[in-house]
């Protein structure tokens, strides 16, 4: 698997990676805060996570009101490594800090990937490749869907599969172990580099990381979790459904790995996706089956080293550079079509800004899920779903209502209620309704 990794004919050779995770960082910090300008990020995820790590930076253990009064996030998904965040949320203590960190993030993973195409493939095509990679379908649809931790696991997994190319065993245990950290399905994949490690002959190494990574999944699924979470479960078990989606399924699979013109599937390295892909296909949540939301941001950097080390052994390298432009053209183009200017006019923006900004700091407050991120940073903000028994201080609602978790009929119902039950209707524009509780 060893690639040839010869020196830089020039110094732009050596740079050209270094370029293309720039422009990834400055691409994807723009979109994701003009996501949170235009309210379309969400309390769920992005609330949540601010949550989360504002917990950490106040000194406390991270807990998210947003899933419930005083709910313990380390018992929804173990994701420790989110502390690392918490020194600069006080620089920064706003939603866009995550947004931004997680564009740094991802971007990062753009220089092991491009390094690893530059060095196949020559300077101008491995570029191209970079270009894809930061285009790709998975990356941008993370991008197009507030913050989550596994934008930690994606340069990781980058600098491991680029280790391993090169046959640097340590390093690459080394850049995945902290995988661990970072949540609770991850150390699987660790396991698969135990195995990677094993098929090249690094049997005592390989088998110990298999085993820590298979043990500490256990550990976290059965254990961990249970204890850390109030109702004494694992909240995602959710149950098995491998025969259901099969169309989408397939179409999943398909969109994975043919912008790398499939040459992803001539590597070992293709392993490291198993793990991942196994517990979404067979999972009962169709959210897993497709291609939206966050979770195949973690399989870009695999398939795309991957096909660095495939492409070695077919006679048209030309079809990766092209493929991976195309596909990522197309796909730059349909998440583009959901960055619009949001679901208000800057106008009637403008009106709900004022309107939050008449929520004291230290507040308690019943929230929109759209509104929820333009508060978590100064109050202790709780999810208004339609059914919810809370009754806090301040009550801020959206016009129009996300038919999510219940329907707008049952949202409605429990503002009207809420009016009769005490609160008072003290601001609103045609966006927004403000309630304080008499």
């Not at 917990?55 to 807990?63: L, Q, R, T």
């Not at 869907?145 to 090169?166: I, W, Y």
């Not at 390093?171 to 609770?184: D, G, I, R, S």
């Not at 028994?389 to 049952?410: F, G």
Request: proline letters at 7%; a positive charge; charged letters at 15%.
């Amino acid at each position: 698997m060893l690639i040839d990794f010869a020196p830089a004919p020039v110094r732009t050779r050596r740079a050209i990676p270094y370029f293309v995770a720039s422009v990834a960082f400055a691409g994807y910090a723009a979109w994701s805060l003009q996501r949170l300008r235009t309210f379309d990020a969400s309390g769920f995820d992005l609330g949540i996570f601010e949550q989360a790590v504002r917990s950490y930076a106040h000194g406390h253990w991270p807990v998210s009101d947003l899933l419930g009064p005083g709910a313990p996030t380390l018992g929804d998904h173990f994701h420790p490594i989110l502390a690392l965040l918490a020194p600069f949320y006080l620089l920064w203590p706003s939603p866009a800090c995550l947004l931004v960190a997680q564009a740094l993030l991802f971007a990062l993973s753009a220089v092991p990937v491009t390094r690893c195409a530059i060095g196949v493939l020559g300077t101008r095509p491995g570029a191209v490749v970079g270009a894809g990679y930061v285009l790709s379908w998975g990356l941008l649809s993370a991008v197009n869907f507030d913050f989550h931790e596994v934008c930690f696991a994606v340069p990781m997994l980058a600098f491991t599969a680029e280790h391993l190319l090169r046959e640097r065993w340590r390093a690459a245990v080394w850049c995945a172990l902290p995988l661990v950290l970072v949540k609770e399905d991850l150390p699987m994949t660790l396991a698969a580099v135990g195995v990677v490690l094993v098929l090249n002959r690094q049997r005592r190494l390989g088998w110990a990381v298999v085993v820590f990574g298979v043990a500490s999944t256990v550990l976290l699924v059965t254990v961990v979790l249970p204890a850390l979470n109030p109702a004494g479960a694992y909240a995602h078990s959710g149950g098995f459904n491998p025969f259901g989606g099969s169309i989408v399924k397939v179409s999943m699979l398909l969109a994975l790995l043919a912008p790398t013109a499939f040459t992803a599937l001539r590597s070992p390295l293709l392993l490291l996706a198993i793990p991942t892909l196994l517990w979404r296909l067979v999972s009962a949540n169709d959210r897993y089956w497709g291609m939206g939301y966050h979770y195949s941001a973690v399989l870009m950097p695999i398939v795309f080293i991957a096909a660095a080390d495939g492409v070695r052994r077919i006679d048209r390298r030309w079809l990766l550079p092209v493929c991976a432009l195309v596909a990522g053209l197309a796909s730059f183009g349909l998440q583009a079509a959901h960055l619009t200017s949001g679901v208000w006019t800057p106008s009637q923006r403008a009106g709900i800004n004022a309107v939050l900004a008449r929520i004291p700091d230290g507040a308690t407050v019943l929230a929109s899920n759209r509104l929820a991120p333009h508060l978590t940073s100064r109050c202790t903000v709780l999810f208004f779903d339609g059914v919810s028994p809370l009754r806090p201080e301040w009550v801020v609602v959206a016009k129009p209502e996300q038919s999510w978790p219940t329907t707008l009929a049952s949202k409605a119902a429990a503002l009207e209620d809420l009016e009769r039950t005490g609160y008072l209707r003290v601001d609103g524009t045609d966006s927004v309704v403000l309630l304080h509780r008499a």
